[in-house]
Every structure is written in structure tokens, then in C-alpha cells.
């Protein structure tokens, strides 16, 4: 049975449209099980009707035209009960409706699954049986685990289709909405350009182009590339291979021959599409025929032209490589963005960001708020490889794109885009007035930096410190680790460039979702494994390199602290403590004269959170990371967008913890801050402020806005709210009751102008 339903899967996935996916679906899915009738309805939100969109069995001409409510016929019941239906004879039930035109009266047993993604119905699937029986549970397991498969192929499938401006009817769709997790606020109009990681066939988007000849030539030179380098390994290899091993790179060869593979491409380039999607369009029919067969060599053979297929497009991409036009506008969009990818846009036409995975909380999301780039990401649904070249809306507050946008629209988000600016511009005026409250509590606002833009972006506005500078955000933008004198000369310039002011650099912190090209780290549980201190302990020569790198770079300034990312317990701060002292006496011995900087401990792990007293009593501050405490207190994976909705700074688990971590650093006298995204939400500073931290540390985008809003609050109102959220169990409640009291206050949106205005003012 699984092996049916891959294949089914497998084909409906490699359909061009939502129409051909539903036909390969009813086909398939009668034969499968032996039905005379398989039917799909799909709920049109317009009307809120199940439609038949495609049957098999059933006749034809009453696709489209048969419809029901949800309150109307067996097809809506399943959809509203949001359960299987097995009836021997349909006719007997009571919610039975006759629709003539189908000529359905001749069924009498009914199997109906709801067809259901992220929670919401789309459509039932039914199959119909002659004669009167009940269908055993084996059948119904097989429609539900159907259903279950299709739903995501089908919100694709019709996804696709309005990209391509068709609605299931064939009505033509302008605009297209896609709903997905919020990565960085503010809005953006712009133009698509995807990104795909390298020789990915899977992902190589349509496109159209008018010079077929010069898309034949840049083929042509793909073809001959590849030829040679079969030749070469083939040469290469031949005293280690037999002759009949030695035959399949002739198989590769002939492959590639006008007669065959090579002809088919060249065929679908010559309708107009670029080199790059004809070869995936051919390579994917070739590979899904091999892939359908029941011979286990033949289904091999499917490899072959996959191999074949890569090496083609790594040619293809290289010759692309450089004409990659960046619009004035551009609007980023990736299967899965990465820091490397930020950096190959030319300064200043980036305007927003789209990845299909990851979540807000995902590092590239928290670079894009650095960056103060409108960003969604989790968007699953988007057919994202078609959308290059289109015009795109990017609105990072909600987390939704429209693809297509209506004139309507796009002016409405021109609007956004420009309050936008202009909120900005308000807030720069802020810069150089100090973060107190209305009651003469200071309180220091710190950024965090790891881009070498995020120095000149903090200036800018005003921050007081770097309370976390991520280190490894360097190392990810190389193409090896880093030698000694080049980190040097990197924390130098941060370091001189806050000078006075201190800067807090990271050991570095890679595992989870922050690898390293040259270092990959391959994992089940990534977030549980390998990562930040435990690697660098592993690796005691990276950390003593780093270690003596920032001293180094710290002579003369003396700003430096040293934060240790992913404690988990005093023995592994003790290690790193130990290292840090060998490396100091190593860079003295070496006539560096720099004094022990301070060390802080990141406070991220609930482990470490049940034991701020005794890490606070071997370092001199403590750092609070928000983001993985809250991922490891709620169990939520940080970068799934599955998840996102249940990812919460505000659970109250997460407030009693950071207030447990404020008590206890206080019990032994040691500052503690916090460095994690929370403390960028001007709403969630106010909480963190009244519970004592000592500092907040942030991103630079984000850091008027926090000034704004502590400036307008009194620290003993502050604290009042914060006693009454703490005594509520719902997040949600927490939410609504902080949103409402800030409301009350005049707080509930940002505005430089009107913000002195605020009641409280004395
Ligand atoms: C954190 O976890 O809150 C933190 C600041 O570190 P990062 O986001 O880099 O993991
Ligand atoms: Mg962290």
C-alpha cells in the first residue's frame, strides 16, 4: 500500500496544474482500490460550496456544475464533521441528496475523506462501489492516509494555479494571497527574484524567454561540459573499472545526444522556456517514468538521469551566475534563505524577504530584523520557484505575500511603505535622548551586532553597547574558518568602533540552524545536539584561536567581554573558563598586555536557568538568550513554521523563569541582561524592565522603538502590570491584557510626534 501511495503521490506532485493533479488523483486512487467511482469536491471559499472538480466514474460534464453546501449531501457532511463516512448504501442515509446529473443513483456504497491541511478543509474525497457493501478498514485507512498526502499537493497544486492567474474554474485571478509566520516587520513592494542553492534540480522555477538562440547556445556549451568531464573521469577511472562499468559513461554520453535527452530539451527550450526549466522538465518526466517501474534495475536507471540532470544545471548555473539581474526593488525569495544569500544582493536594492522554511525565530530572520527588512517566512504553500521575475507584496507584520498585486493593493502598501519611513525618520530624532522613564529609571539599551552594517546602523541610533555580538555571523559569510589574524582584525573594528562603550562578543555559537559550509554538521535533533560551547569545547583549538583573537584585538580599547553561548551546567564553564585563562596567558607570554576581560553566561537552557546562582558566581555578568530559553522551556523547534503559533516569550513558563534568573544573579550580586529578540518588542521590554534586568540588548532596527516606549512609562506602573500578568496561566490572556493596558496608556502604537502627548505625563 505505501509503495501505491508514494507513486500516486509522486505523480500528482510532478503535475503542471491543480486540473492534471485531480485527474491523476481519482484515476489512480479507482484503480488502487478497486472502485468504479472516485471523486474529488473542493470547498470554493467564494461561494463556500464543495465543487466536483474531477471524477472517474461519475459523468464528466457534471464537473464545475454539480455543487453542494456544507449543510447539503453526504460530500458536506464529511467536510463539516471533519471525519471519514462509510456507508453501505448511501441512499439510506438521511443527508443523501440525488443529483441527477451525475447519475450517481446507480452507487450504493459510499466512501468519503475529508481532504484537510493546517487544520482547514479544502475538499472530500469519495469512491462509490456498485454493489451494496461496507468498505473494510483496511480501504478506509487507505482513503484517509490518501487524503491526508493529497492535502498538501492539492493547496500547492492550487497555489500554482493562481500564480499562474487561474482560479479553479479557469476565472482569472490578479492577485494571489499566501499566508505564512512573520520574520520582520514592515511592508514591501517589489519585484521576485529567487535564489536557488546550487544544482537543485528539484527547484528550478519556469521561466520565459525570447532569445531561444542564445538559451540553445548556452545549452549547447552545458552539453559539451558535461561530455568532457565524462570523458575526463571516464579516462581517469579506467584502470579501476571494468569495461562493462566503464559502458555507463557511453550511456551518459549517448544520453546527451541530439537523438535523445539532448533533443528533448533543446524541443521545450525552442517553446520559449529558459534552458534550465526545460532540462528539469525533461529530466523530471524521464525520472518519474523510471521511478513508476516495478523493475528494480530500471527504477536505477532513474538515478542516472538525475546525475545527469545536476551536472547539466551546474553548468547552466554557472553561465547564469553572472547575469543575475538584482531590480531596484528586489524582494529576496528562497526555499530556505541563508546569511550567505543576504550578502550577494547589491547594497540597497534589497527591500524584502520570502523564505518557504524557517520561522521568525529562525537566525536569518533575526539578521533580516537587524537589517530592518520586511521578511515571511514559513510559506509553505508558495510555489516558489515560479515566481521569479513577478511583482510581489511582502507584509512582514502579518506575515503574508500577494503575489500579482491588484493597483488597488500595491498603492495601499506604497502608503504602508511610506508611513513607514516616516515613523523611522520620527524615531531618529530620539537618538541622542537617553533611555529613562517618567520616573527617572535608567535604563540601558544595547544592541546586538553581527553584520558589519549593524556598527554603523547602531550608531545611528543611538545605542549605549553591544550586548551581544554574534560571532559567527562572520564565520558564516566565509569560505573556511577564519585564521587568527583575520578575526582579529574583525573584532578590532568593532571593537574601536564602540570604544568606549563595551562590546560583548559571542565565543562562537554554530550548530541548530547556523552552519558553517566548511564545518557541516548533519543531525537528527540539531537543536538538541552539537552546538554552541559543546562544539567549540570539543574543539578547544577553535575556541583558544577566538579567545586570543578578541584579546588581541581588545589591547588598548579594554571594552571586551566574553559571553559563553549554550551553557548547560558549571562544568562545561569551568572547561571554557580554563580556556580562556590559557589563552590569556598565552597572548601575555606573547607581549600582548591586555587585562582578563569580564565573562558572562548566556542563560538559555532551562538547566542553566535552574542554576543562574552558581554560574553567576564564577563570571562577572549573566546574558539571558530569549529565543532558544523559550524554544527549550516550550518545546517548540525555533525554525519549524509547524510550530511558530506555539513558539511564545510571553508563556508564563518563560516569564517565571526570566524572573527566577533576575532574582537569583541579583541574590549574588551580578548584572544580568537580556539578549534574546524579546527585548526588541517595545511591549515585552516594559515586562523585562519591571522585572530588574539590568540592560536590554537588541537589534538596531528595533531599539527606537523600545526608547520610545520606555520613555513614556513610569518604572512603578511598569511594575504593576507586571504582577497582574503574572498572575494569569493563558498566554493569550497575557497578550490581550498587556496590549489593552498599553492602549489604556496611549501606548498601543508607536508615535514619535504624538508620544509626548501621553497621559502619564506628569
Ligand atoms: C538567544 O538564543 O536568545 C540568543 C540571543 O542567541 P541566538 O539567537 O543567536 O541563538
Ligand atoms: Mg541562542
Redesign the pocket.
Known amino acids: 500500500m505505501l509503495n501505491t501511495l508514494r507513486k500516486i503521490v509522486q505523480e500528482v506532485n510532478s503535475a503542471k496544474d491543480l486540473k492534471a493533479a485531480l485527474g491523476i488523483i481519482v484515476l489512480r486512487v479507482k484503480e488502487a482500490m478497486g472502485s468504479q467511482v472516485c471523486s474529488v469536491y473542493l470547498l470554493d471559499p467564494e461561494t463556500n460550496r464543495f465543487v466536483l472538480m474531477a471524477t472517474e466514474g461519475l459523468n464528466k460534464r457534471s464537473i464545475g456544475k454539480v455543487s453542494m453546501a456544507p449543510n447539503e449531501g453526504l460530500v458536506g457532511l464529511v467536510g463539516t464533521r471533519e471525519e471519514p463516512l462509510n456507508l453501505e448504501n448511501a441512499a439510506d442515509h438521511p443527508r443523501y441528496r440525488y443529483f441527477a446529473e451525475t447519475g450517481e443513483e446507480r452507487y450504493a456504497s459510499f466512501l468519503g475523506a475529508p481532504i484537510i491541511h493546517h487544520r482547514r478543509v479544502v475538499g472530500v474525497l469519495v469512491i462509490q462501489q456498485k454493489e451494496r457493501r461496507q468498505f473494510d478498514e483496511g480501504e478506509e485507512a487507505f482513503l484517509v492516509t490518501m487524503s491526508a498526502q493529497l492535502a498538501g499537493v492539492i493547496a500547492h497544486a492550487e497555489a500554482t494555479g493562481s500564480i499562474r492567474g487561474l482560479g479553479r474554474q479557469g476565472k482569472g485571478i490578479q492577485e494571489a494571497k499566501f499566508v505564512g509566520v512573520p520574520g520582520s516587520p514592515g511592508a514591501a513592494v517589489g519585484t521576485a527574484v529567487v535564489m536557488l542553492p546550487p544544482a537543485d534540480l528539484d527547484v528550478v522555477p519556469d521561466k520565459h524567454i525570447t532569445d531561444i538562440d542564445a538559451e540553445l547556445a548556452l545549452f549547447k556549451t552545458a552539453i559539451e561540459g558535461v561530455r568532457a568531464d565524462m570523458r575526463a573521469l571516464s579516462a581517469k577511472l579506467a584502470t579501476q573499472l571494468r569495461p562493462e562499468e566503464r559502458a555507463l559513461f557511453d550511456v551518459y554520453l549517448m544520453m546527451l545526444d541530439d537523438a535523445s535527452l539532448g533533443s528533448e530539451i533543446t524541443n521545450v527550450i525552442k517553446t520559449g522556456q529558459w534552458a534550465q526549466g526545460a532540462l528539469r522538465q525533461v529530466v523530471t518526466d524521464h525520472v518519474n517514468r523510471f521511478d513508476l517501474m516495478d523493475d528494480e534495475y530500471l527504477r536505477e536507471r532513474a538515478s542516472d538521469v538525475k546525475d545527469l540532470g545536476r551536472r547539466l544545471l551546474a553548468y547552466l548555473q554557472e553561465e547564469r551566475q553572472q547575469n543575475l539581474v538584482y531590480p531596484e526593488k528586489t524582494i529576496l525569495v528562497s526555499e530556505e534563505l541563508t546569511p550567505a544569500m543576504l550578502g550577494e544582493v547589491p547594497e540597497g536594492t534589497l527591500v524584502g524577504l520570502v523564505s518557504v522554511l524557517g520561522s521568525g ?1 529562525s ?1 536569518v530572520a ?1 539578521l533580516a530584523r537587524a537589517m530592518g527588512i520586511p521578511t515571511v517566512m514559513g510559506l509553505v504553500d508558495l510555489p516558489y520557484a515560479k515566481v521569479d521575475g513577478i511583482e510581489v507584496i511582502v507584509d512582514g507584520t502579518r506575515g503574508e505575500v500577494y503575489t500579482n498585486p491588484s493597483d488597488v493593493l500595491r498603492k495601499q502598501f506604497a502608503e504602508v511603505v511610506e508611513e513607514e519611513k516616516q515613523l523611522a525618520l520620527g524615531l531618529d530624532t530620539l537618538r541622542d535622548l537617553p533611555c529613562v522613564t517618567l520616573d527617572g529609571h535608567r535604563m540601558p539599551l544595547w544592541v ?1 551586532t553581527g553584520l558589519l552594517a549593524d556598527v554603523a546602523r547602531a550608531q545611528k541610533r543611538g545605542a549605549e553597547g553591544v550586548g ?1 555580538y ?1 560571532t ?1 555571523v562572520p564565520f558564516m559569510i566565509n569560505q573556511r574558518f577564519p585564521s587568527e589574524k583575520e578575526q582579529l582584525a574583525i573584532y578590532r573594528e568593532q571593537l574601536a568602533a564602540f570604544h568606549p562603550q563595551p562590546v560583548t562578543m ?1 565565543s562562537l ?1 554554530i550548530g ?1 540552524d ?1 552552519s558553517l559550509s566548511y564545518f557541516p554538521i548533519k543531525e537528527d535533533n540539531p537543536f538538541l545536539g552539537w552546538r ?1 560551547i559543546r562544539v567549540t569545547l570539543d574543539h578547544p583549538e577553535i575556541f583558544l584561536v577566538q579567545t586570543r583573537a578578541m584579546l588581541k584585538a581588545s589591547e588598548g580599547l579594554n571594552n571586551l567581554r566574553i559571553l559563553l ?1 549554550m551553557i548547560s551546567g558549571t562544568h562545561e564553564l569551568e572547561e571554557a573558563l580554563h580556556l580562556i585563562h590559557r589563552a590569556w596567558g598565552e597572548v601575555r607570554d606573547e607581549g600582548t598586555d591586555v587585562p582578563m576581560p569580564p565573562i558572562g553566561v ?1 542563560i ?1 537552557i532551562p538547566a542553566a536557568v535552574y542554576q543562574t546562582k552558581e554560574l553567576a558566581r564564577q563570571v562577572d555578568f549573566l ?9 527549550y522551556l516550550l518545546a517548540v523547534d525555533r525554525n519549524n513554521p509547524r510550530v511558530a503559533d506555539l513558539y511564545d516569550y510571553l508563556h508564563p513558563a518563560v516569564l517565571q523563569a526570566l524572573q527566577t534568573v533576575v532574582r537569583d544573579a541579583h541574590a549574588e550580586g551580578k548584572p544580568v541582561s537580556i ?3 524579546m527585548a526588541g518588542d517595545p511591549a515585552a521590554a516594559v515586562l523585562l524592565m519591571a522585572m530588574g534586568f539590568d540592560s536590554l540588548s537588541m537589534n538596531a532596527t528595533n531599539l527606537p522603538k523600545v526608547k520610545w516606549m520606555l520613555r513614556q512609562i513610569n518604572l512603578s506602573k511598569a511594575k504593576d502590570l507586571l504582577a497582574e500578568l503574572m498572575t494569569i496561566d493563558n498566554p493569550q490572556v497575557i497578550h490581550s491584557s498587556l496590549q489593552l493596558a498599553l492602549k489604556n496608556l496611549g501606548l498601543s502604537k508607536i508615535n514619535p510626534a504624538g508620544g509626548q502627548q501621553s497621559p502619564l505625563k506628569p
Open positions: 525565530n537566525h533575526i546586538n551581544l554574534r559567527e559571542r555559537d541548530g547556523k554552541g553561548p548566556m538559555e546574558s539571558v538568550g530569549s529565543n532558544d530559553l523559550t524554544q539578549c534574546g529578540e
